[in-house]
Nanobody, 126 residues
Framework: VQLQASGGGLVQPGGSLRLACAAP????????VAWFRQAPGKEREGVSC????????YYTDSVKGRFTISRDNAADTVYLQMNSLKPEDTAVYYC????????????????????WGKGTLVTVSS
Protein backbone atom coordinates (compact mmCIF):
# COMPACT_ATOMS: atom_id res chain seq x y z
CA VAL A 1 0.00 0.00 0.00
CA GLN A 2 1.43 3.36 -1.00
CA LEU A 3 0.01 6.39 0.67
CA GLN A 4 0.15 9.61 -1.31
CA ALA A 5 0.55 12.97 0.38
CA SER A 6 -0.21 16.03 -1.70
CA GLY A 7 -0.95 19.72 -1.37
CA GLY A 8 2.41 21.08 -0.34
CA GLY A 9 3.94 24.21 -1.79
CA LEU A 10 5.39 27.62 -1.09
CA VAL A 11 3.33 29.95 1.08
CA GLN A 12 4.01 33.21 2.89
CA PRO A 13 3.98 33.41 6.67
CA GLY A 14 0.41 33.65 7.90
CA GLY A 15 -0.89 31.79 4.88
CA SER A 16 -2.73 28.48 4.59
CA LEU A 17 -2.36 25.14 2.87
CA ARG A 18 -4.43 21.96 2.88
CA LEU A 19 -2.63 18.66 2.64
CA ALA A 20 -4.35 15.46 1.52
CA CYS A 21 -3.45 11.83 2.22
CA ALA A 22 -4.94 9.05 0.12
CA ALA A 23 -4.16 5.52 -1.02
CA PRO A 24 -5.77 4.70 -4.34
CA UNK A 25 -7.63 1.40 -4.14
CA UNK A 26 -7.18 1.16 -0.38
CA UNK A 27 -9.65 2.21 2.32
CA UNK A 28 -8.40 4.28 5.24
CA UNK A 29 -11.68 3.84 7.12
CA UNK A 30 -10.43 1.37 9.72
CA UNK A 31 -7.07 2.96 10.38
CA UNK A 32 -5.83 5.77 12.51
CA VAL A 33 -4.03 8.22 10.25
CA ALA A 34 -1.29 10.58 11.30
CA TRP A 35 0.71 13.40 9.79
CA PHE A 36 4.41 13.72 10.51
CA ARG A 37 6.98 16.25 9.37
CA GLN A 38 10.72 16.41 9.07
CA ALA A 39 12.61 19.65 8.68
CA PRO A 40 16.18 19.76 7.32
CA GLY A 41 18.63 18.66 9.98
CA LYS A 42 15.90 17.74 12.45
CA GLU A 43 14.27 14.54 13.58
CA ARG A 44 10.86 13.55 12.34
CA GLU A 45 8.03 14.69 14.61
CA GLY A 46 4.38 13.89 14.88
CA VAL A 47 2.04 16.71 13.90
CA SER A 48 -1.49 15.39 14.18
CA CYS A 49 -3.45 12.16 14.30
CA UNK A 50 -7.07 11.12 13.84
CA UNK A 51 -8.41 7.83 15.09
CA UNK A 52 -10.38 5.45 12.91
CA UNK A 53 -13.73 6.37 14.47
CA UNK A 54 -13.22 10.05 13.63
CA UNK A 55 -14.16 10.94 17.19
CA UNK A 56 -10.79 11.96 18.56
CA UNK A 57 -8.09 14.13 17.08
CA TYR A 58 -4.64 14.82 18.46
CA TYR A 59 -2.26 17.70 17.89
CA THR A 60 1.33 18.43 18.75
CA ASP A 61 1.53 21.48 21.00
CA SER A 62 3.24 23.65 18.39
CA VAL A 63 0.34 23.37 15.92
CA LYS A 64 -2.67 23.46 18.25
CA GLY A 65 -5.19 26.07 17.21
CA ARG A 66 -3.62 26.41 13.76
CA PHE A 67 -3.91 22.96 12.17
CA THR A 68 -7.02 20.83 11.77
CA ILE A 69 -7.07 17.16 10.81
CA SER A 70 -10.17 15.61 9.28
CA ARG A 71 -11.20 12.66 7.19
CA ASP A 72 -13.61 12.14 4.33
CA ASN A 73 -14.46 8.45 4.42
CA ALA A 74 -16.41 8.64 1.18
CA ALA A 75 -13.27 9.86 -0.55
CA ASP A 76 -10.90 7.72 1.55
CA THR A 77 -8.86 10.83 2.21
CA VAL A 78 -7.46 12.46 5.32
CA TYR A 79 -6.78 16.19 5.27
CA LEU A 80 -4.56 18.50 7.24
CA GLN A 81 -5.72 22.10 7.08
CA MET A 82 -2.82 24.34 8.05
CA ASN A 83 -3.54 27.98 8.88
CA SER A 84 -1.39 30.80 10.24
CA LEU A 85 1.70 29.09 8.90
CA LYS A 86 5.07 30.01 10.30
CA PRO A 87 8.58 29.61 8.86
CA GLU A 88 9.23 26.91 11.46
CA ASP A 89 6.47 24.82 9.86
CA THR A 90 8.72 24.36 6.82
CA ALA A 91 9.30 20.62 6.38
CA VAL A 92 8.49 17.57 4.34
CA TYR A 93 5.11 16.30 5.55
CA TYR A 94 4.27 12.59 5.53
CA CYS A 95 1.15 10.62 6.31
CA UNK A 96 0.94 7.15 7.78
CA UNK A 97 -1.65 4.65 8.95
CA UNK A 98 -1.64 2.82 12.24
CA UNK A 99 -3.68 1.26 15.02
CA UNK A 100 -4.42 4.24 17.27
CA UNK A 101 -3.35 7.75 18.26
CA UNK A 102 -2.02 9.21 21.47
CA UNK A 103 -0.20 12.20 22.92
CA UNK A 104 3.22 11.79 24.50
CA UNK A 105 5.24 14.72 25.83
CA UNK A 106 3.09 17.15 23.85
CA UNK A 107 3.57 15.33 20.56
CA UNK A 108 0.93 13.46 18.59
CA UNK A 109 2.00 9.88 18.07
CA UNK A 110 0.77 6.94 16.04
CA UNK A 111 0.73 3.52 17.66
CA UNK A 112 1.77 0.52 15.56
CA UNK A 113 2.27 2.44 12.35
CA UNK A 114 2.23 0.30 9.25
CA UNK A 115 1.85 2.08 5.91
CA TRP A 116 3.76 5.23 5.01
CA GLY A 117 3.75 7.49 2.02
CA LYS A 118 6.17 9.76 0.23
CA GLY A 119 6.12 13.25 1.60
CA THR A 120 5.06 16.60 0.28
CA LEU A 121 7.22 19.67 0.82
CA VAL A 122 5.81 22.68 2.64
CA THR A 123 7.88 25.85 2.52
CA VAL A 124 6.83 28.89 4.52
CA SER A 125 8.83 31.90 3.46
CA SER A 126 8.42 35.49 2.43
Amino acid sequence: VQLQASGGGLVQPGGSLRLACAAPGFSLDYYAVAWFRQAPGKEREGVSCIDHSDVKTYYTDSVKGRFTISRDNAADTVYLQMNSLKPEDTAVYYCATGFSCAIAAGEAILNHGDYWGKGTLVTVSS
